[in-house]
């Protein structure tokens, strides 16, 4: 296999393009099949849950790891997001990965690149509105990341429940032949959803933060009993603002399939919330 490097038996890392088609066409030729995870590193429990599901329903997994400038504003933390190659390789041996996928940018965004994958619908409110950017990179990496990969399933964590909803929607509006997969959000034992972004809260905030989920559980209670939604989401965003935390981008309930408003043809509700705590923006997001 051309510029492969073994990361143990039964791991191997690959970095470009030509090596990694190599590798999934020697999975094909036996017959098996493939399960892919994309990521952008700073693995933590959650990616490595994505992994042991992917390979429950698969015979091998790839994963990748890239940090997309394009779904990244020019003030955003590009710069400062998390790598740590080594450290990730080696947990992504322990859970059964066959693959890992390490593109260099000039591999994924040559200096002639000139396309994006423009996405609307579930797109369009509450990230599409704050990181207007956001899904296009998203889209776009994801949709060269499938077309390099060639997977049967991915798995996506419920964590970024609007980027499972925009996936789910691009790969059936676009006729893609893979099945896209969504995993329930891992947490701490206090609730925060795991993120490679608590990396970069300070101890005290860290503690704060577990009062996001502790909100959306009220409102989500409150919700199943038949309370009054608006009172419970201005409370919410209330609490939140005394325990620390702002701005509050939004904390609302959705239609879990189109996140927009729900209407007579909502099916499920989705409650969904963004908020900065410092400097660091958490999301999270719950079922109700
Ligand atoms: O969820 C992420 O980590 C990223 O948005 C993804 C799907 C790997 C695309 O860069």
């Known amino acids: 296999m051309l510029n492969a490097d073994p ?7 690959v970095r470009d393009l030509t090596a990694l088609r190599a590798a999934v ?6 017959g098996l099949s493939v399960g892919f995870v994309p990521t952008m590193g700073a693995l933590h429990a959650g990616h ?3 992994v042991q599901h992917a390979k429950s329903l698969c015979d091998v997994v790839v994963v990748s790891i890239f940090v997309n400038p394009k779904q990244f504003a020019p003030h955003e933390d590009f710069g400062r997001y998390p790598r740590q190659e080594d450290a990730d390789a080696a947990l992504l041996a322990t859970v059964g990965c066959d693959l890992v996928y390490l593109p260099e940018a000039d591999l994924m965004y040559p200096s002639v690149f000139a396309s994006l994958v423009h996405v609307e619908g579930p797109a369009r409110p509450l990230e599409g509105e704050f990181r207007p950017q956001f899904f296009d990179g998203v889209a776009t990496v994801v949709m060269k990341l499938f077309n390099q990969v060639q997977p049967d399933v991915a798995v996506f964590g419920e964590k970024d429940y609007q980027q499972l909803q925009v996936v789910k929607t ?5 006729d893609l032949p893979v099945k896209v997969v ?8 206090d609730g925060l959803a795991l993120s490679s972004r608590n990396a970069y809260l300070s101890a ?3 503690q704060t933060a577990a009062r996001l989920i502790v909100e959306l559980n009220a409102v989500a209670e ?7 939604r608006d009172v419970a989401l201005q409370t ?17 309930l959705r239609d879990a399939d189109t996140l927009s408003e729900p209407g007579p043809d909502t099916r499920a509700l989705r409650l969904l919330a963004a908020a900065w705590l410092g400097k660091t923006r958490l999301i999270d997001n719950i079922a109700v």
């Open 182 to 189: 969504g995993l329930p959000t891992v947490r701490e034992a």
């Open 170 to 174: 691009f790969v059936r509006d676009l």
């Open 204 to 206: 005290e905030e860290r």
């Open 7 to 13: 990361i143990s038996d039964t791991v191997t890392r």
């Open 236 to 252: 919410a965003t209330d609490n939140l603002l005394t325990a620390g935390f702002g701005p509050v981008d939004y904390v609302t």
């Open 25 to 30: 066409r020697a999975f094909r030729a036996k």
């Open 222 to 228: 409150t919700v199943r009993n038949g309370g009054d």
């Open 48 to 50: 490595l849950a994505l």
